[in-house]
């Protein structure tokens, strides 16, 4: 286990946009937070969950790992797909380079030719390892989901949202293209959205809700660097720099 130690990380800027930012020990390249848990991955595609306030390492290597509603996934350099179960990792059939575990039970994600897919609710709590994927049109190279619905971006930046996904439906109905351009995106449990600007900027969308899922605006977020990944969960935001470095934020100033 590594021990975490705190470094208060302050950018110059109002209180009330501040983000109050702990520098915590290790180093990441990819990183997930959902359902009160947090796990990431190494360069050198090593797996650690947040236990007790450390990083514990777990067997096998991945290049991406999600947590949420749907359990803890992931997916290797070879694109096999693994869910963790009982403890340990059980292969499934597919190929995928990245994937998603945020939505209400299902899972989505893409392949090596930014192909969408996604496993409906059925197939996700089923305890086969072979699985039924629905095919989504469209192009993504990241694809998240969450309370409101899924996010993606594509090999230009492009960002989209896939309006009437549902846990026995996940392949939605229609997507719609959001002013704004994203190296990736993150839907949190309760469908906050975050993402990483090409330059390494943070932005959230605001004002997203079940009325308008789509929010309003991207706002860029008050924090110092650049960073390359981005996850949220009850209430803090983890940042990983480009140099790998770890930050657990809160979303607002506490004074």
Not at 8 to 30: R, V
Not at 123 to 145: E, M, R
Not at 155 to 163: D, H, I, K, L, T
Request: charged share 15%; aromatic share 10%; proline share 2%.
């Amino acid at each position: 286990m590594i021990q975490i130690l705190s470094l208060l990380l302050l950018c110059t800027g109002t209180a009330a946009d501040l983000l109050l930012c702990n520098l915590i020990p290790g180093n990441l390249k990819q990183i997930d937070a959902g359902a009160g848990q947090v796990y990431g991955v190494n360069d050198t595609d090593y797996i650690f969950r947040l236990v007790d306030q450390s990083w514990t390492l777990l067997s096998g290597q991945l290049i991406h790992v999600s947590v949420g509603a749907a359990g803890v996934w992931g997916v290797t350099n070879s694109n096999t797909v693994f869910k963790y179960q009982d403890n340990s990792w059980v292969s499934v059939n597919g190929a995928l380079k990245q994937i998603d575990a945020g939505g209400n039970k299902y899972v989505a994600g893409v392949n090596s030719q930014n192909s969408v897919y996604c496993l409906n609710q059925d197939q996700v709590v089923s305890l086969a390892t072979t699985l039924t994927y629905t095919s989504i049109d469209g192009s993504l190279k990241y694809y998240s989901c969450g309370l409101y619905g899924c996010w993606g971006v594509n090999g230009n930046n492009e960002v989209f949202y896939r309006y009437g996904v549902q846990p026995t439906a996940c392949s939605g109905t229609k997507w719609e293209n959001i002013k704004g351009s994203l190296a990736m995106v993150e839907v949190g449990a309760d469908g906050s959205v975050y993402g990483v600007s090409p330059e390494g900027d943070v932005y959230k969308r605001d004002e997203v809700s079940e009325m308008n899922p789509v929010g309003t605006q991207w706002i860029k977020l008050n924090v110092c660097g650049k960073y390359r990944h981005v996850s949220y969960d009850m209430g803090i935001l983890w940042l990983i720099a480009l140099n790998g470095d770890i930050y657990k934020c809160q979303v607002s100033c506490p004074c």
